[in-house]
């Protein structure tokens, strides 16, 4: 765990509460939201030279928890 995945757990939260409170539509964009965030703070970690990888987890349209691996 790095020092800015709580980014993606906040967005996490509020994709929860999107979901449970009848927000499709914000709860798939949240989906992209994570994974950008999963994308960048990753591509942060490579450049500063960390070796570790982002790591995001979205719902798929499905509603099924889906990895999104940031390289």
Request: glycine residues 10%.
């Amino acid at each position: 765990m790095t020092k800015s995945d709580w980014v993606i757990d906040i967005l996490r939260d509020i994709r929860q509460f999107s979901e449970k409170n009848g927000m499709p539509e914000l709860a798939e964009q949240l989906d992209d939201a994570i994974f950008v965030a999963a994308r960048e703070i990753g591509a942060k970690l490579d450049a500063a030279g960390s070796g570790e990888l982002g790591t995001g987890r979205a719902r798929s349209r499905t509603g099924t928890l889906v990895e999104h691996e940031v390289h």
